[in-house]
């Protein structure tokens, strides 16, 4: 199970490593082809909630690789299954089902993590 665990850590940390790069990296206007809801948010907000995923995206794979401060990957874990949270009612509200989909497949993903890492499974 640890394994299982690792590998859907570092599934994790690239998804959300580079969607976080890319809106603290990229202008709106270059995000909002792919990423439509950036529209109703300022840039300081899509910039944050990039920094915020770039951040959480570190925290499932350096602590628990270098074995210090392991209880910030299950926290990262924890807080991006929250940011999924927020990110599908943003989707809801703006009636694009499929968003919703992957948000719940991604907020699955990290309530794994957060569940095996908190729990049976932590370092």
């Not at 590998?7 to 998804?15: E, G, M, R, S, W």
């Not at 709106?28 to 792919?34: C, Q, T």
Request: net charge positive; hydrophobic share 60%.
């Amino acid at each position: 199970m640890n394994v299982v665990l690792w590998v859907v850590q570092i599934l994790l940390a690239l998804v959300f490593g580079a969607a976080g790069v890319l809106k603290s990296t990229q202008p709106k206007e270059k995000l909002a082809p792919n990423l439509p809801w950036v529209e109703d948010f300022s840039l300081p907000v899509v910039r944050f909630i990039g920094v915020v995923e770039l951040l959480a995206a570190l925290g499932l794979i350096l602590p628990a690789a270098t074995g210090f401060a392991t209880v910030l990957t299950p926290l990262a874990a924890t807080g991006l299954a929250i940011t999924m949270v927020l990110a599908a009612v943003t989707h809801a509200r703006r009636k694009e089902p499929s968003g919703i989909v992957f948000n719940a497949v991604l907020f699955a993903l990290a309530v794994f993590v957060a569940w095996g890492r908190f729990g049976p499974y932590s370092f």
